[in-house]
């Protein structure tokens, strides 16, 4: 079975903190996608990658930027974190339809 | 841009009710749709993917219509169960865009 797992399932961070959100594929996909939610908002894109090295800005890409060193993984980063970025983010892999870990939730305080 | 839309925002049942959750989508162009359940806190999981030229597609006590034409999609649940309690999302999926996913229907069933 297809599988996108999520390093953590719960993170509390400081204000300020450099966070890495780790997301690794096992089905040989090349497209990746990060996304957060939040109530009332819906999901919306933060960046995805079509191939390794490769990423492209999604609706709200401020404040984060991403790495795909290799094909199966993709890492979000929070450069510097601050309490808006309170969130539940997801991430997904795409061939014809989506398939998505089971998500991060990140608490800034 | 496609825009997606969810009808009701939330239902609330008893159990072993047929019930039908509706998605609306602006832009009749695309090529797969696909229907999610999501449980509180957790992520995604896809239900159906139905392809553009498909009318329906069908798991178990699900089913999934498309009217492409007219920018709809059905998800029908057959003899609902208090373990079918979720938030169910379409997303229509449109050549050379990326997915866009409805904001869900929040469906409560009752033992």
């Known amino acids: 079975d297809v599988k996108v797992t999520q390093s953590s399932r719960y993170l509390v961070k400081r204000t300020g903190e450099k966070v890495f959100l780790e997301c690794v594929q096992d089905?040989?996909?090349?497209?990746m996608f990060w996304y957060r939610q939040d109530p009332g908002l819906g999901l919306r894109l933060i960046y995805f990658?079509?191939?390794?090295?490769?990423?492209e800005k999604g609706d709200i890409p401020e404040g984060y930027s991403v790495s795909r060193e290799k094909k199966e993984r993709f890492s979000l980063i929070l450069e510097s974190a601050s309490t808006n970025q309170t969130s539940m983010y997801l991430c997904?892999?795409?061939?014809?339809?989506?398939?998505f870990g089971s998500g991060t939730r990140l608490t800034v305080v | 841009k496609q825009e997606v839309t969810q009808i009701p925002a939330a239902l609330s049942v008893p159990e072993g009710e047929n019930l039908v959750l509706n998605c609306s989508f602006t832009?009749?162009?695309?090529?797969?749709l696909q229907w999610f359940r999501q449980d509180p806190g957790k992520g995604l999981t896809s239900l159906l993917l139905?392809?553009?030229?498909?009318r329906e597609q069908t798991s178990g006590r699900l089913n999934a219509s498309l009217d492409k034409s007219s920018g709809r999609s059905t998800l029908y649940i057959a003899a609902s169960q208090p373990g079918d309690s979720a938030t169910y999302l379409c997303?229509?999926?449109?050549?050379?865009?990326?997915?866009?996913f409805g904001p869900g229907t929040r469906l409560s069933v009752l033992p």
């Open positions: 997904a892999t795409a061939n014809y339809g989506y398939t």
């Open positions: 089905m040989d996909h090349e497209n």
């Open positions: 990658s079509y191939d390794v090295k490769m990423k």
């Open positions: 832009d009749s162009a695309i090529y797969n």
């Open positions: 139905i392809q553009s030229s498909q």
């Open positions: 997303a229509p999926n449109n050549y050379g865009q990326n997915f866009v």
